[in-house]
């Protein structure tokens, strides 16, 4: 059933999904298994998948404390909306409360987090309940499922007979009604389990716009004089693949802003897109369209947004499509309906109108771009600047980075500072090559979402940016990334302390307890792992930096 579904990868960590994988000669043959370290790194896996594809991503993991470490992963996969299939296992159903190994009552624990949960009871129920599973995973605002499947639902029937705890020679009613309970559960259990089963996908319902909310917000673009266009993640998502939403916004002609998931989708040096001065640029246009991003705290909340200012937000959530609204800003439009059908279809009315976005914005663009070059300009005298500390200058690195790494890399971004400096200077190559947590800031994700993302791109480099903070959540997956052949790069920037929480708490608290890390050799731990590794010092030059970087 999988085939027609996942196309071929699945993520696990060991122990009771073994029997998931093992019964099926199909797991053997016709998928990629990775099973990692943690399973938190198996769902983060999933996760990348699922973006990276366009589809569904799927991870296993064991029972009780199995599912408890997949929590962090599971909410940011949620907060993402990526649709993660969590196949989980179970204590046996006979055995359930009676205190068997690793049995807890799982469903509530992640309940809140997906949009379907499930207990497989009976046999002939796994295909069936697998089916809606995957459809309710990516209809609407797509989002994690969690299936939990019972030890003897993945076991055979005379497995199950054996290992049911019948009592022998039952010499009393309550005996004998035991063993009658038994063989009724059994029964219940097996019954209809070999019989033929549709396999196929069911159909996956994606919100489409209509005509009417359409007309309403070219009306209002037509008369813009300087519109802006904030793209989030949303903006991805199929129907539309991203070379048809890329020939959409160059269609449009509106100067963009790229976060999440969109970013890299104009390329390295599109005329259209701003990297620097958004608070600025937003403060200063007179329509924006919000194309799945999301007024939380990276939009400041709305408050940016002037009184003035005509606010379009597209969402298949509703819930996210006006947050804050209304509080801290208020819209001239809103669109419940997928991001990239949505600017398709105002991509068309705008051409009837014979808009021309950018002749029409051309001042507009100009000006923005004028601010552009003066912060980058700002930026190339940082990278002249030696550290007060000695070490290395994080722009010098992140800059050869840019240069050298091939340009259908697959950057994760996996850090607080550094991270946030790769942000502005190291740049995605084009669509769908750019990893980060999300809305979560969940610090952990680099080498799960590597491991995802080399599944589905064997053939491409990926390279983890990792803070040297961040870098203790994960390191320990290079062992997975040896034993599975799949070369990942890795960078730590190593400032030897968690230096984002540092910038407030030192000033305000006159305190570092809790921030200061060590100069901690990561590279050597990563070798006794089987990588190789390269230890980049103060004294290297520009040239030696970019040479190193490219040797590796």
Known sequence: MFLNFSRQTLNKCAKK????????????????????????????????VARLRQHIGVAAVTSGPGVTNTITSLKNAQLAESPVILLAGAAPSLMKGKGALQDIDQIPIIQSMCKFTARIINVEDIV???????????????????????????????????????????????????????????????HNAWSNEEFGPLPVTIPKPNIEDITKIAD?????????????????????KTEQLVQIVNNLGIPTYLGGMSRGLLGANSPLQMRQNRKIAIKEADVILLAGAVCDFRLTYGKGFSPETKVISINRSQEQMLKNHGVFWNSAATIQADVGLTLLELQNQMKERKWGGLEKCKEWIEMLREMEIKKEEDTAKKLAQKPDDGHMNPLVLLTAMDEVIPKDAILVADG????????????????????????????GVGAGFALGAKAVYPERTVVIIYGDGSAGYSLMEFDTFVRHKLPVVGIIGNDACWTQIAREQVPHFKSAVACDLDYTHYEEAAKALGTQSLFLDCDMDVKQVREALAQE
């Open 128 to 190: 069936p309940t697998l089916r809606e599973a995957i459809s309710v995973s990516q209809s609407g605002t797509p989002g994690p499922v969690f299936i939990e499947f019972p030890l003897d639902v993945l076991q055979s029937y005379q497995e199950v007979l054996r290992d049911a705890s019948l009592i022998k020679n039952p010499d009393t009613p309550e005996k004998q009604n035991f063993n009658e309970s038994v063989y009724q559960h059994i029964y219940r259990q097996f």
């Open 416 to 443: 607080g500072d550094f991270v946030g400096s790769a942000a502005y200077i190291v740049r995605p190559g084009g669509p769908l090559q750019w990893l980060d947590p999300g809305t979560f800031g969940t610090l």
């Open 220 to 240: 209002i673009l037509e008369n813009a004089k300087r519109p802006l266009l904030l793209m989030g993640s949303q903006s991805t998502l199929p129907p539309l």
């Open 17 to 48: 999904t073994n029997l998931i994988l093992i019964n099926s000669k199909y797991f053997s043959t016709k998928f990629n298994i990775y099973d990692t370290r943690h399973e938190v790194n198996a769902v983060f896996a999933a996760d990348a």
